[in-house]
C-alpha cells in the first residue's frame, strides 16, 4: 500500500532564509506524481508545486522548490527567502489513480 | 471566476439528523473529489466522480453518499450524522488528464460538528 510520511509535525525558521520540509512515500510503481500543498489559517488547501516522476529535472516555482530522489522516494520542499505568508501547514501527497495520499502535514512557523 | 465553492461553511448537526454539502465548481472540469480532514491527519477520499452521473467510493465512503446530477455540481449527503463524522470537508475538482497529471483545485471546506 503507498503511503506518505512527514515526519516533522513542526518547523520553525527565521524570516527570509531557507528552510526544508521533509516527505518520504512508499510505492511500486515507477511512474506518478508528488505535489506540495499549502493550507494557510484561511484553511484553503493551495498547490504549491508538482513533480512528475518520470522527470529527472527538480520542479521550481519561484521561491520553491523541491528535491525529488526517486531512488531513495524523497520528495523534500525547500522555501527560500521565507516570509511571513508562507505560514501554514504544508501537506506532502502522492497520486495514486484518481485519488491523493496525504501526508498527516508539517506546520511551518516563520519568525519575524 | 468562483473556483471551487462549498455551502455551507459551517454546520453543527445532532447525532441522526441528515445533512447534504453542496460543492460547485465553474471550471468546466471532468473530476471531482470529496475528502475529510481529521486532526493530525492528511486529507483522505470520500467519494469521487469521473463524470456527470457517475460516482465512485474512494478510502473512507461508509456513512456517506454523493450524486453528480450536473457536471458542475457535485453533492454529499449524511443521511445519518455520527459523531466520528466531525471534521472539515472538502471538495475539488479537476481536468480529466490521462496518467494522473491532473491537478486538483480545493473549496474553502466545511467545518462539520455533530454532538
Known amino acids: 500500500a503507498q503511503t506518505v510520511t512527514q515526519s516533522q509535525p513542526e518547523m520553525s525558521v527565521q524570516e527570509a532564509e531557507t528552510v526544508t520540509l521533509s516527505c518520504t512515500y512508499d510505492?511500486?510503481?515507477?511512474?506518478?506524481?508528488l505535489f506540495w500543498y499549502k493550507q494557510p489559517p484561511s484553511r484553503q488547501m493551495i498547490l504549491v508545486i508538482r513533480q512528475e516522476a518520470y522527470k529527472q529535472q527538480n520542479a521550481t516555482e519561484n521561491r520553491f522548490s523541491v528535491n525529488f530522489q526517486k531512488a531513495a522516494k524523497s520528495f523534500s520542499l525547500k522555501i527560500s527567502d521565507s516570509q511571513l505568508g508562507d505560514a501554514a501547514m504544508y501537506f506532502c501527497a502522492y497520486r495514486r489513480g484518481y485519488q491523493l495520499i496525504w501526508g498527516a502535514g508539517t506546520k511551518l512557523i516563520i519568525k519575524p | 471566476n468562483a473556483g471551487v465553492t462549498q455551502t455551507p461553511k459551517f454546520r453543527v448537526l445532532k447525532t441522526g439528523q441528515s445533512m447534504t454539502l453542496l460543492c460547485a465548481q465553474d471550471?468546466?472540469?471532468?473530476?471531482m473529489y470529496w475528502y475529510r480532514q481529521d486532526p493530525g491527519m492528511g486529507l483522505r477520499l470520500i467519494h469521487y466522480?469521473?463524470?456527470?452521473?457517475?460516482?465512485a467510493k474512494g478510502e473512507v465512503p461508509d456513512g456517506y453518499n454523493v450524486s453528480r446530477l450536473k457536471k458542475q455540481n457535485f453533492l454529499l449527503g449524511l443521511e445519518s450524522a455520527a459523531p466520528s463524522q466531525t471534521s472539515v470537508y472538502f471538495c475539488?475538482?479537476?481536468?480529466?488528464?490521462?496518467?494522473?497529471?491532473?491537478?486538483?483545485?480545493f473549496g474553502p471546506g466545511t467545518r462539520l460538528t455533530v454532538l
Open positions: 471550471m468546466n472540469h471532468e473530476y
Open positions: 475539488a475538482s479537476s481536468y480529466r488528464l490521462a496518467g494522473g497529471r491532473d491537478t486538483q483545485y
Open positions: 510505492t511500486s510503481e515507477s511512474d506518478y506524481y
Open positions: 466522480s469521473v463524470g456527470e452521473g457517475t460516482t
